[in-house]
Structure formats: structure tokens, C-alpha cells
């Protein structure tokens, strides 16, 4: 690892590695949910997995072992376009895919949670990092705030939420 030694390993930093860059990346609703060009997206995060931790008490210490773990939701920002492409219609229909906000009801999860996936490229485009994202859902929709005194481009925060992810 450059600048770090690790076991009498590395040292130098090595001006020819290449480290990966946020603004590289794709995020693609592989099986429904959003419609291609609806996904003008400005930001996303990288799955977050978390591993709670189960311990044993015995005699005067404690000891603590791997327990079950969860992921924790995935935040996006997207542009809030019109024209051909209605953002904000768009992530509506992908929201009300679990919630029937008109009759307060819900459907069943093989209609609302669809797989994702989110990769990081490299310079000339080809991939670097996968994640598959399985059983994503919509769960918190915010078209956030606007303001006559700023000229900002308007944007929609969706958390989405997951069973699992898979880092290749």
C-alpha cells in the first residue's frame, strides 16, 4: 500500500497506481423500477454493511463473536428533470410500487423489489467495481425544498433499501 507499511510491506507511494474516482461511475434498476431515462442521477452511495456483534459473558470477561448483519439504505440524488425524461413522475411510480398512497395499501414484494446494480469504471469506461444490489426498494422519497432566490438545479433524495449486495 503507498505511504504505508504494512508488515515490513510497502513503503513509497507509487505515483503510476491509479485509485478509483467518485465521479465514475453508473447505477443501473436492472428489472423494472425506474425507466433508463429517467435516471439523471447526481449522486448515489456504495453499499454499507453492518455486522452486529453477539457476545458471551463468562467469568470475569466478555467475548464477542461475528452475529447477524444488515445493509444499511443507499442514498440518491437525482436531477429533477421534465421534457421527455419526468424525473420526478418517475420516481413516484417506482415509490408507489410498494405503497398504494390512494387506497393506503400495500403490494406484494415480487411487484415493488427489483435487483440494482452499481459500478465504478475506470478512465477509458471499463468497469472496476460491481456491486449487484438484490430485492431493492424505494422506502423515503424527498423532492426537498425550493426557493425563488436560488438558482440551483432542483433534485430528488431517494433512500433505497436492499436485502443484500455482492462486491465483485
Known amino acids: 500500500m503507498p505511504g504505508f507499511k504494512i508488515n ?29 431515462e429517467a435516471v439523471y442521477l447526481s449522486s448515489a452511495q456504495r453499499p454499507h454493511v453492518v455486522v452486529e456483534e453477539a457476545k458471551m459473558e463468562h467469568d470475569q470477561e466478555t467475548a464477542y463473536f461475528a452475529g447477524k448483519h444488515h445493509w444499511e439504505p443507499i442514498t440518491l440524488v437525482f436531477y429533477d ?19 398504494k398512497v390512494k387506497s393506503a395499501s400495500a403490494d406484494v414484494p415480487s411487484a415493488y423489489k427489483k435487483d440494482s446494480k452499481l459500478e465504478m469504471t475506470k478512465a477509458d469506461g471499463s468497469t472496476q467495481e460491481t456491486w449487484d444490489i438484490y430485492h431493492s426498494w424505494a422506502i423515503d422519497a424527498n423532492w426537498n425544498d425550493l426557493d425563488y432566490s436560488n438558482s440551483e438545479i432542483a433534485t430528488i433524495d431517494v433512500s433505497m433499501k436492499y436485502d443484500r449486495a455482492v462486491r465483485s
Do not use: C, M, P
Open 8 to 36: 515490513g510491506q510497502g513503503g513509497e507511494a507509487d505515483a503510476k497506481i491509479e485509485s478509483n474516482r467518485k465521479h465514475r461511475w453508473k447505477f443501473t434498476i436492472i428489472s423494472g423500477g425506474l425507466s433508463k
Open 81 to 99: 428533470v421534465y421534457g421527455d425524461a419526468k424525473t420526478s413522475s418517475e420516481i413516484w411510480k417506482w415509490f408507489e410500487k410498494a405503497i
